[in-house]
């Protein structure tokens, strides 16, 4: 057993099959989080019904796609049409394992890890394009031409904001860049006197239009296309895009959170008094107070139902457990650590929201223009006065 | 700790396979539990409740293609750039000037291709209006 555990892969191979085996969870409460807050946006109250305000929506979710009719278009191909959205999955899952969670806390920490994730994210435009084309219908076609032009057009900002990125931290191992911003004592997104936070905007910019999401969801537009590529898929095969859509998400708000927001480091990591307030009382605070809220919703519950105000207050002692654990010197470092990757992944998540439900769609010339003629000399122009600054600073 | 290439990214593949495997898996899985009911009115790909006219795959717009190709030149100068800016402090100003240089070749290129109105997604209707009003027109 001892040997098991201390051999080389042990950590490795845990930490991948724990990602896996969670993150369909994940993605699906994430999918609960987000129409909650949609809702909260236009004054309504989102899913309600199944479970106490809805927690059990995204298993019962899960169940209908698992159990939908298991549709294949007569004309389509049907080999690629089965395999395009394992391969959307597939690179987004796979792109995980170079995430640093921690700094010890990962599958791997390659030399050239943002490389590799930038790599599984260009190939995982194939998937769309492959599932548009394989299903052999008009709407999933233009659906799929639009979207890998959007995907390739802000993938070259996305790069070239990466670039930005990996300039100030000096390697392209994901641990590394975070290991140099707590040397450089400032989170890259707000290095080289302001000029990195150019870059950071032109990351955010593209990163939402990178995981199709709205204003830049052009490849799914339902005023015109139905559905875009997806028009043709139904059951668990729609939910394979579904999941790869959310993976997608996770994984850039995790590159961005590395590159720019310091990974796992809290808030001021050289600021030695701020330790206890930001590792220890900040996350007490903030699962202490989610476990109040449910508390009180579970009192106001118990008027309508039993189990429901039970399975409320089960939540609510599950997230003060959270809490709690935080004040054990033992998991300490690794939970801290942790909880601020998290943390910071959940803000991207939220903004991501959040521009959801505040911008229209825009057109598809539109997305062009911002793509090419905005967003990419713009990325140019950042990435020479960064170097030029970069390169003065050195010297 | 693993030296070698292989056991490096042995995990990673670990990692893949077991995302092919699961996914793969979760779409075999609603195969076999997912009722099925088949008929030629049901496989018809969807147009709205319209039957489908013609082949999908027909010809489309040449733009894509361009955009394709000029993606492929900036995603090159883009892997040509990561190189460069992991070690361009120790390049010193030399480093920096042959990149500046590279960098201010591939804008040349980005401002033909620009004038020449690859990137104009409605310029192609603009292009194509005077023709359609002058077949209405006759």
Redesign the interface.
Known sequence: MQAIIEHPWFLPLTVGIVIIALFPLVAAYIVLAERKLLADFQVRLGPMRVGPHGLLQPIADALKLLLKEDVIPAAADRGLFWFAPVISTWTALTAFALLPFTEQLHVVDVNVGLLVIVAMSAVGVLGIIIGGWAANSHYPLLGALRSSAQLVSYEVALGLALICGVMSAGSLSMVEIVQAQLERRVWLAFDNYGLMFIAFIIFLISAIAETNRLPFDLPEAESELVAGFMTEYSGLRWGLYFLAEYASIIVIGGVGVTLFWGGWLRPFPNVSWLEVPLNVVFPLAFFLLAALISFRLSRRLLRFSRWRALLMAATGAALAGVGLLFLLPVAHPTLSALFWFLFKVGLFIYFVIWIRGTFPRFRYDQLMDIGWKYLVPLAMAAVLANALVGMLRAT | ??VTYQ??????L???A???A???G??L???L?????RN?I???????GME?VG???ER??V??YL??M??LL??VE?VF??PW?????EL??YG?LV??LF?DLV?WG?YYV?KKGV????AVRRAVEPALAGREAA
């Open positions: 700790m693993p056991e490096l990214y042995f995990p990673v670990v990692q893949a077991i995302a092919v699961v996914a793969g979760m779409i899985g609603a195969y539990i997912g009722r099925r009911v030629p049901k496989d018809l790909p969807y147009e709205c489908p082949n999908a795959r489309f717009s733009h894509f955009v394709a000029v993606f900036f995603d883009v750039l990561f800016v992991v070690v361009f402090r010193g100003w920096f990149m500046f960098v804008l980005f620009w990137l104009d997604w409605a």
